[in-house]
């Protein structure tokens, strides 16, 4: 089959028309695929990190680290907030557009042979493109879950997981357990395993899972580290880090206590892989400070965006507001997946804000969208302050006359909904 693209948007179009066949795990199509282009995925170093939550945080102080060397960091994230281009990166800069074209150009025939996923393609893309720019290392993102996840194609230096939690259990199970060992799939053999998870249970299962998938080097972080003295404001986190004797009083501008552990990840992971990728403590302290992702307690005047999409997710997010503090009166635009647990996550939020206005998000998929009048029916009976707005920008235009702070949350794609219709860029700071 022969393609003639004009742009990029065509080429988009394309690539999301791989959709429609839903979640299809597995490897072998994007082994396949690779291998017709020549394998770029095995021409540089590779991190490869998966987890429920603190995946992308973990990969952006990476990120800052690294290229605070001089290095040319690829960073692979999904999904997006506004823009596709936002998921392929190299030093924070995103895949041209022309690359793109040229890519569904080329390697559409093998693409539909193969028949391969639009998630597949994205990925041989994402490596593909590392390849041809020449990066020095790359930072690598699951999709989902981790064994069966596309990018588990990689051969890395070292790989994490963050942590495990209650998401997509219809496809990584609907225990921790099952979970956790979707997640430890990407661990390898002769390879560092590092175990960002805290809960100690949790991290002992991952750490078996490490030693079966025959891992070189198996850190738990919570082992390794003592954090102590964190502190919480409007600009980010700063606590004290002691590790194999060293200590130190570090700052990054994600807000949360949370990002604390996901420091002492990424500084971890950095370490088990050796020169010239470790360093010091002292070094890691001022490269933090270039340490962004959008999203995550992500603030723009009155606004503040945060792609928490689960319960766990929501929870954090409802302490990183109590250490803020921000400007009252708070509300709340609200708008989560109907396959969530939406119900804990409005119960967590309901706990730090004023009023929620309950809506729907333009971009999330149909089949997905929740009801908004069970969604109003339950929460009212539990009591909870909220108001619904079906209209998006009608919602967010409600709160922002109303509040003095407005948090959005509950998806990607209300959060990326939000900063388009406001005109954000999401790589503004």
Known sequence: MERSLTSVQEALQYLFSRTTGGVRLGLERTRALLAQMGDPHLAYPVFHVAGTNGKGSTIATASALLRSRGLRVGVYTSPHLVEFRERILVNDTPIDEQEIVEF??????????????????????????FAR???????????LGGRLDSSNVVDPLAAAVTSIGYDHMEYLG??????AAEKAGIFKPGRPAIIGEWNLELR????????AAGASD???????VAITDVVVDGEGTSFTLERRGSTARLRTPLAGIHQSRNVALAIEMLDAAGDPWRMSLEEAAPALADTFIPGRFHRHGKWIFDVAHNADGARVLAGTIRSVAPARPLWAVLCVLGDKDWRAMAAQVSTVVDRIILTNAPTAPESRAWDLDEVERVLVGEEMVVEVIPHFETALRRAEAAAATVLVTGSFHTVG?????????????
């Open 104 to 129: 569904v150009q080329r390697w559409t025939p093998e693409i539909e042979r193969l028949e391969a996923t639009f998630f597949e393609g994205t990925t041989a893309l994402a490596f593909a493109h």
């Open 133 to 143: 720019v020449g990066v020095d290392v790359a930072l690598i993102e699951t999709g």
């Open 174 to 179: 609907h225990t921790l357990g099952e979970i």
């Open 204 to 211: 002992a299962l991952l750490a078996s899972h490490a030693r």
């Open 218 to 224: 198996i850190r738990i972080v919570a082992d390794q």
């Open 417 to 429: 909904d939000a900063m388009a219709r406001l005109q954000l860029s999401p790589f503004s700071r």
